[in-house]
């Protein structure tokens, strides 16, 4: 939890005389905490609701030992499940848009030219 600036925490849970065959994550790294946003438990209800059945949803994923081994035993949580910020749209798109929101302007600085224009 924690991506950037800030305090980063994560939480281990081991089962006592089991070996760990998968580890489950749980990413709350896009909450803002601060003096004025505290960490409240109401942000982990989603947490608590998934933890008895270890349950895949869009904060949490599970990984398996083997994968676990091939990276090294690198534990680094990567949300594969994370919704992607990434602009798909295409040049050409973009530039229809920028284009529209020019024609807009334009319109908007006429008409408020046509309103500034007083007779003297």
């Given at each position: 939890m924690g991506q950037g600036v800030g305090v980063k925490t994560n939480l281990l849970f081991f089962t006592k005389s089991k070996p760990t065959e998968k580890i489950w994550y749980y990413d709350l790294s896009d909450i803002k905490v601060g003096?004025?946003?505290?960490?409240?438990?109401?942000?982990?209800?989603?947490?608590?609701h998934l933890l008895p059945e270890r349950g895949d949803s869009e904060r949490s994923w599970t990984v398996n030992r083997a994968e676990i081994e091939a990276k090294n035993y690198d534990l680094k949580a990567v949300n594969p499940n994370a919704k992607s910020n990434e602009d798909t749209r295409t040049?050409?798109?973009?530039?229809?848009?920028?284009?529209?929101?020019?024609?807009e302007v334009a319109d908007a600085l006429s008409a408020l030219r046509a309103k500034n224009t007083l007779p003297q």
């Open positions: 003096k004025k946003k505290p960490f409240t438990l109401e942000k982990f209800e989603d947490f608590f040049p050409e798109e973009l530039l229809d848009l920028i284009e529209a929101k020019g024609r």
